[in-house]
């Protein structure tokens, strides 16, 4: 059973940093492309940010030169490192792997950009 657990949300002032982690289990993580998502209220779920297997990354421009996604093959994690956060970042951010012909989310961890 595929499970991923995200952490490291919060309470930030713009232009401050968060780092966000999911840790997978029940996938063969380092072949899979992982992917980090948003949702900010009354707006739909949006791709921010994805690394291959082969740690190629892709980013959503509104994020370009901000963001940095990040994998560890050994404790089959993925990072997204968040500087220079702006309120247009506040949202609830998703882990996503797609595995088996399915996609996978984990539960979200909420970024909150306030001050």
């Known amino acids: 059973q595929v499970h991923l657990v995200e952490s490291g949300g919060g309470l930030v002032q713009p232009g401050g940093s968060l780092r966000l982690s999911c840790t997978a289990s029940?996938?063969?993580?380092?072949?899979?492309?992982m992917n980090w998502y948003r949702q900010a209220v009354g707006k739909q779920r949006e791709l921010v940010a994805s690394?291959?297997?082969?740690?190629?990354?892709n980013y959503t421009d509104s994020v370009k030169g901000r963001f940095t996604i990040s994998r560890d093959n050994v404790r089959n994690r993925v990072f997204l490192e968040m500087n220079s956060l702006k309120p247009e970042d506040a949202a609830a951010y998703y882990c996503?792997?797609?595995?088996?012909?399915?996609?996978?989310w984990g539960r979200g961890t909420q970024v909150t950009i306030s001050g």
């Open positions: 996503n792997v797609r595995a088996s012909g399915s996609s996978f």
């Open positions: 029940g996938i063969n993580f380092r072949l899979n492309t």
């Open positions: 690394i291959t297997s082969d740690s190629a990354r």
